[in-house]
Each structure stands twice: as C-alpha cells, then as structure tokens.
C-alpha cells in the first residue's frame, strides 16, 4: 500500500477471529492533527491518499490539504486518486476493452508476452445498454426483444466474450441480467473491500469510478463512486491515478418521515429540485441528519442515483444499521457484514444518533413536507406537484401546437379511438432509479392488482414496458403474486436494462405514431427513470415525464397527462362506476408487508451464475486466442492504430512546426461538439464510410454502439450539427477550410488531406474548452484526425487531463489574450516552441506567422501539463502508452 506513511497509520485491525491491515485516519490524526469533523466521504479520500503517498502522484501536502479543508471548507489542490475497482456498461466498455487488445498486440510486437496486458484493478463490465423494446404486451415480448439484442449486437458481443475469457481481472455479466448499477449495488459493492498486497490482507473503503453517469447509485451503500470517461477508467483500469479536484461538500440534512401515499420518487424528485436551485455541479453532497434512520438503502440507492441529474459527483450516504440490514438481504456472507461495521467504525464512517459533520453548506428538508411529484416535460428538475400536472401539461401543449383541442381518429386492432395531445403513448417502469427499489416495484404490482380487481387495464394506445434492473425484482413480483396483475393491465417483462431510459423505447403502436407524425401532435410518456431530455425517451414523444413505478401504472390506466388524478376519476369500472386513485393506491402498510416478503434466497437465486449467461451468450464462439483475431469486415470493432510504433524508442520533444489550424471554436465547446454521438447521417463521413463496406443506412444503428471502430469515430469528430467554426462564419457543422486550396470540406476530410502532406494539425478555442460530460473519444478523436495541440483560454478539467492522456498539448492564452485580440483567424502557420525537459506549467513561446504578408505574431502561453504524471505521459505519447512501455520495460529487465 503506502510506499512512505509518513503519519505512521498503518495499524491492524481485528474483526472476530480475523485480523486486517489497514491506514487508521485516528492513527495519523495524532501527528496531523483533528480531522474528526471531516464530511464521512472526505474521510474516503484522505484514506486514499494516505495508502497510496509515494512523494510523486501524493505527497504529505496533499494529505495536508484535507486536514486544511476543514479551516475553509474547500480547496483549490488537485490530488491523485485511486479508485479499488472500475465498472463498465457495454456502450462505454468496449472501447476501453479494444484498448486492452491492442496493448497485447502491441506487446506481442515489442517482442514479449501478451498475457502480462491485464487490468490491474478490477473492472465489471455489465451488458445493459444494448436492448430494446420492439416487443411488448406479451409472454413473449422478454424472449423476442433478447433475441433481436443478440442478432444486433452479435459482433461486439463475440468481442466483449473473447474478452471475458482472455482477461485476469476482468468479469463481463451477460446481456439479460440486470442494470449495471443495480448489480452492482445488489451484488458487487463490498462496502469495505479487502486488498491483497505481498501476501498481507489490508481493508480499504470500496470505491469505484464508472463508465456510466449513474455510478453514484452504490453511494447508498457508502461505495464512493462516480461516472468517468473512457480514458479515466483505463487509466484506474491499469493503476494510474485519477486527478481530481479537492470537493466542496455540501450536507444535506434529512429530520422526520415521509408521509403515507408518499414514494422514494416522490423524494428524489424534491431533492432534485432543492439542489438544482443550490447548485452542486461538481461538487460532492453528503447526507446526515436523524432522518436517515427512516430511509431504506432502497431509498439512499434512488437518491444517490440521480446525483447527475442535481449536478452533484456523488450523493453519499454514511455506514449505519439500516446499511449492514439490506447486506445481510441481499447476501452478503456474514464476514463481509462484520468487516463493514468494525472498519466504518474504526475509520470513523459510522453514523452515530446526531452526527453534524463540517460542509462548505448545508440545506435541509423535513421528509414529512415531500408531495407527490412527477417531472417534466424535459427536465428532471423541473418537479410538478400531482394536481398540477394537468395546467403544466396545457400550457406545454398551447406552447407546441396550433390546435391544442385536436383530436384524431386512429384504428387501433380494429376498435375506433381517437387521440388527443397530451394523451400517454407510453408508459414505462424502467431505469436504474426505481426498479432497485422494492417499495416502489411492489406499490406498482399493488395498483396493477387493485385496478385488475375493477376490471381496468391500459389505454389502447399506451405502449406499457416493464423492465426490471435485476431478476431480483422480478422473481419477488412473481411471489408476491403481482406479476400476473402487471401483465393484466399490459406491463409483461420486457428485458432486463435501461431500455426507455436511454431511448431504446422501440416503435409506437403504429397507428399512434402515424397520427402523431401526420398531426403534429404533442403526446406524452411516462416512465420511472432519470433523465427525461427532450427527444431522448422517444423522438415521437415531445413530453416526458418521471414518475413512480405506480404512478406509471396509474398513467397508462388513465391514458393522459391532462387528467387530473387527485381529483378526475383515472377510469369507469365495468358497470361504469367512475374509479379514483385513491380506489387503487395501497397503504404504507399493503406496501410494507409485500416488502417482508423479500428474502436474501432471492437474491442468492437471481446472481446464481451471474457471470455465465444463457445459451444465446455460451454458444458465441470465441477462440481461446491471448490475443484477439480482429475481423478486418467487421464494422462494430477495429484494431486503433495508437501503438504502430511502440517497439521503436521513444523520440525526444520538439518543437511543433509549420501547423495549420483545422478549426477555430469559440466559447463553450462541450465534449457533446467533439465527440460523436447520436445517429449516423448517410451523406457525413462516417455514414459514406459505412456504406462502402455494405451498411445499409437503416442498419448504420448510432455512433454510440460503433464506439469500437475508430474508423467511424474518428469520421465523427467536430461532426455536430451544431458546432460553428469561425473559419467559415455563418455556417453550422463539421466542416472547415482546408488552407492550400482554401477549399470548405468536411473536417475529417481536411484532416486526411493535411495527413498526407504530413502537416501537424491545432485547434484554437475561446473558453471552457471541453466542457460537459467526460467523453473519451473527444480526445481520442482529435489525436488519430493529427491534431497536435489545442490552444484555449480555459479548459475542463477532465478534458484538459484527457487531451493530455491521448498526447495532445493543452496550452491556455495567458495575460487576457485569445485568438481575437492577437488577430488570429486561423490562416496562419504556427511554430510552438519546447523540448524533452517539458515540465508542468511552463511557459511557452507561439509565433504565428501569416501566409500572405508573412507577419509574425508571437505570444506566450501557458503549459497545462498540470503534474509530474503528465508530463511523463506526454512524452510517452499518452497514458496507454506510458503505461505500455512501463510494462515492455519491466518485461525486459526481468529476462
């Protein structure tokens, strides 16, 4: 562990007849000083720093640094971090899993063995992403939606199963299984993880970085984790810390209960609110306070979950009681329970009765004031109170369409009905947010029974899908004896993942969808997930709304947003007696008791073999190959070219010459401009590309399932509709001027034609370069288009490490200048001056020279090589790289 500790706070730590190493934060504190005060997750990272200090990525200013956070309550220092194990979703996984096979070829190249290319930390890739539902309503409907997945998908599932195999380290849980972040939360998660070193046992926090914005769902289980991009897992993937910023943290203080009718959505939905209006966007958010006694990690796990939905990194929940109950629930052995209390404990994560850690600041909300909610119509924010949804709904509709009163004739399986805007046209329990929670799932099935009981169902043009997070939460329906009523009013098990959630919502009845297109109509879903942006559940769907799993049920039933269901009756009986929500909504108590019924053999039965999967997935053939046998048809998976030369010495930095700008980007370029995304268009790059290897258009599927073919993502990159490059103004997308023939193409095109004459290649841009979401092929992109160097007035953070991580210079105007003021419009030629003693925020001499008149331009800029790390890593040529080599070299001197 720690190479230094030199606070002396390794100690040994005795659980029954067991004994632990481990760094005592009460041990260092003796020479440190009092950090007892420190929020529960800060303790999580002063642990980390104290374990891994090695005077290179920690030294004893770092841990300082956390000690002086309680003096202000926040702090500028950036610090390395080591996350104990990485999880993936398939959609983000396989490039990073392309990556690691290309490192065994590249050591195959270099002349050693390709075994010794493993993740050193370990990594749980879940397959969740990838199904859709182009069934529904029926027995069949699971069945027929895994059999289109696996038809799909199939090369990248042959790809991800050879994997499976080939890696140490590296488990894959198969399609069919669950919601990557409700396996983890049920089955992966330890709480307090137990690390093997030289022969000696230490116990550490669990934590974990996650290729998936939801990571922060297992925070309910005080697991400190959050969502990364690509190149940051690889980077933990392979033992390299990740740099961060010291958080701000901000106490959310819970008191009282929530009252009956009242549902964990209801509570999040507030929360959401509450901290949207604070603002938390990087920052962590820490929950205490005595009204955690009434929560259950059920209800942590919903609000944790929805952490990137009020901005927030994590939303953290302290060690307690009610954490080792729902362990001992979902089966954890009885060892993994008693190492969590005695280590939370020792470790001061424990919460005690009264517990007020310091913040930066604090809010608080009474439970007992929590509403029921819905949210919406694109926003996850933007709560409505239930009786007001109807008002909200109009006014959403009068604002979209001419003729709010329209109504039109649709022929649904030969019945006469008419549809009108603002009628829900699907209707979906699905999502990592809810269908973890049982309270919910079962309050679902109990509305679905009491409405079964009255003779009702869905409205014929609601499309219902019922998409569980793990068979878990199946297999307590069926015993319950609640399934039958859910499939009574049209909600069958439609598969298990994020399905609607991330817009694998499959077509609408067609009827439906053929009026709404041909009327211009604004219809509404409704669906128990997180993320309601617009277009994104359904382009058909112009209004989403985030409700409970029993509200969803309530909403297929009544069929519209613009019924009010406080007080309209939801539907008439078979004797045509007018019914109420209140007729179908059970009680606290009908609730609890179906919850009791949940037992740890469920869950033991549900992860039974979890990493096997069915026969579709055991028949994949796959060869038991070190190294993979790369289809060079294959248009899902490519060998990247990134390490062609990794068997030749490493050449010493010189100085960038002759460059040419490929674009010039103003404020707020985000990572959704530069990397790509969405649908493929037939006449961009990637989409003639496709074509010419016998892709029809139709079966182009999205940039995000081809993440592992760098010959369609590198012909995405700068592709957004929306981007504007100042070198040709008035004009949106992905194109620019290639300069000897001052010809506009499109960037990948230009970019091609610059490779050829081997012309380096540099972006100018204005501020927050980089912003939004951590997306690795927004670096990875502009390194194989030949870009060089980026020069911005401020970057992201994550996207500056990542520019950085991929060999990209990130270099930052300094003294108020930027391409404006120094009269750069991108024509120019650039000469950027350094060598091999490169180091971390130097500066930098730039002369722009202009090709006509041949005026020279010369400015200093600032090195946003940040650390001692990076500066190794970019003379490697990026981290992979770095870390390659590292293990080439090693491999050498052990002969």
Excluded at 546 to 559: D, M, N, R, T, W
């Amino acid at each position: 562990m720690s190479h230094i500790d030199s606070l002396k706070s390794k100690a040994t730590l005795k659980v029954g007849d067991k004994e632990y190493l481990y760094h005592s934060i009460a041990q260092a504190a003796e020479t440190l000083g009092d950090v007892s005060q420190l929020p529960k997750s800060m303790k999580v990272l002063l642990e980390n720093l104290l374990r891994y200090e090695d005077n290179k990525t920690v030294n004893l200013q770092d841990i300082e640094a956390i000690r002086d956070w309680l003096k202000d309550r926040k702090s500028d220092r950036e610090i390395q971090y080591r996350p104990a194990r990485v999880l993936m979703q398939d959609f983000t996984g396989v490039p990073a899993v392309v990556d690691l096979a290309a490192m065994r070829d590249a050591m195959v190249k270099a002349g050693e063995n390709p075994e010794n290319i493993n993740p050193l930390s370990p990594v749980d890739l879940v397959i969740d992403h990838s199904v859709m539902i182009d069934h529904f309503g029926t027995n069949n409907a699971f069945t027929e939606n895994v059999d289109m997945e696996m038809e799909r998908n199939g090369e990248r599932y042959a790809f991800l199963r050879w994997g499976q195999k080939a890696f140490d380290n590296f488990s894959v849980v198969p399609p069919g299984t669950g919601i990557c972040h409700q396996v983890n939360l049920e089955f992966l998660a330890k709480t307090a993880w137990v690390s093997k070193v030289d022969g000696e046992e230490w116990v550490i926090p669990d934590t974990c970085v996650g290729t998936d914005s939801h990571t922060p769902m297992v925070n309910g289980l005080s697991v400190l984790g959050w969502g990364v991009g690509g190149i940051e897992a690889e980077a933990a993937i392979l033992g390299q810390p990740i740099s961060m910023l010291i958080p701000e943290v901000v106490g959310f203080k819970l008191t009282g209960k929530l009252r009956s009718h009242v549902t964990a959505t209801d509570l999040v939905l507030t929360i959401v609110q509450m901290l949207r209006k604070k603002g938390v966007v990087g920052k962590f958010v820490e929950y205490f306070g005595d009204g955690l006694a009434e929560l259950p990690l059920a209800d942590r796990a919903t609000i944790s979950n929805m952490a990137p939905e009020y901005g927030a990194t994590v939303g953290f929940f302290p060690v307690d009681e009610i954490t080792l109950d729902y362990m001992r629930l979902t089966g954890r052995s009885d060892d993994t329970v008693k190492r969590v209390e005695a280590y939370a404990k020792a470790q001061g994560l424990w919460r005690n009765e009264g517990d007020e850690p310091v913040f930066t600041d604090v809010l608080e909300l009474d439970l007992g004031t929590v509403e029921t909610s819905i949210a919406g119509p694109s926003r996850p924010q933007d709560r409505v109170v239930l009786g007001d949804l109807p008002a909200t709904s109009k006014k959403f509709i009068a604002d979209s369409v001419e003729n709010p009163d329209l109504a039109v004739d649709i022929n649904i399986d030969g019945q006469a009905e008419k549809l009108h805007h603002g009628d829900v046209v699907f209707a979906a329990i699905t999502s990592c947010t809810n269908t973890s929670n049982p309270s919910v799932m079962m309050a679902a099935g109990l509305v679905a029974k009491k409405a079964a009981a009255l003779g009702l169902t869905r409205k014929p043009w609601v499309k219902t899908s019922l998409a569980p997070g793990s068979k878990v939460a199946s297999e307590y329906l069926e015993k319950a004896g609640l399934m039958k009523y859910l499939e009574d009013i049209g909600f069958y098990l439609t598969g298990y993942g994020c399905t609607a959630c991330i817009g694998n919502s499959g077509p609408l009845i067609p009827a439906v969808a053929k009026a709404i297109d041909e009327n211009n109509m604004t219809v509404s879903g409704v669906l128990s997930g997180n993320r309601n942006f617009e277009g994104r559940i359904h382009p058909q769907i112009r209004g989403s709304w985030l409700a409970s799993p029993p509200l969803v049920v309530a909403y297929a039933i009544a069929g519209s947003t613009n019924i009010d269901l406080t007080k309209d009756p939801i539907a008439q009986d078979a004797n045509g007696k007018d019914v109420f929500l209140k007729d179908i909504w059970p009680s606290n108590e009908e609730i609890a008791k179906e919850v009791l019924m949940i037992t740890s053999n469920m869950f033991a039965k549900g992860y039974e073999g979890v990493f096997d999967g069915d026969e579709q997935w055991q028949s994949i053939a796959v060869t038991d190959s070190e190294t993979y046998e790369w289809d060079p048809n294959s248009t899902y998976v490519q060998h990247p070219p990134y390490f062609e030369h990794i068997d030749q010495p490493i050449e010493a930095l010189k100085a960038i010459d002759k460059a040419r700008v490929l674009a010039v980007f103003g404020d707020s370029i985000t990572t959704d401009h530069i990397s790509p995304a969405g649908s493929i268009k037939k006449d961009s790059p990637a989409g003639r590309y496709l074509m010419e290897h016998g892709v029809k258009p139709e079966d182009f599927n999205s940039y995000g399932s081809r993440r592992g073919n760098h010959e369609v993502m590198m012909r995405g990159t700068f592709a957004n509709i929306r981007i504007r490059n100042k070198m040709i103004p008035g004009i949106e997308g992905g194109l620019t001027k290639y300069l000897p023939s001052g010809e506009v193409m499109a960037i990948y095109d230009a970019a091609m034609k610059y490779k050829e004459d081997q012309t380096p290649l540099i972006i100018l841009a204005g501020k927050e370069y980089g912003s939004g979401s951590s997306r690795d092929w927004a670096a990875k992109g502009p390194n194989l288009l030949g870009v060089k160097a980026v020069i911005a007035e401020s970057y992201e953070r994550i996207h500056r490490s990542n520019l950085i991580g991929m060999g990209i210079l990130a270099l930052q105007y300094k003294n108020g200048d930027n391409a404006e003021s120094l009269g750069l419009d991108g024509t120019e030629s650039f000469h950027i001056e350094f060598n091999d003693d490169i180091k971390p925020h130097q500066d930098i001499v730039v002369t722009a020279t202009h090709p006509e008149t041949g005026k020279e331009t010369q400015f200093t800029v600032l090195c946003r090589i940040d650390t001692l790390n990076e500066v190794d890593y970019f003379k490697a040529g990026g981290i992979l790289h770095y870390v390659l080599r590292d293990l080439i070299a090693k491999q050498k001197a052990a002969k």
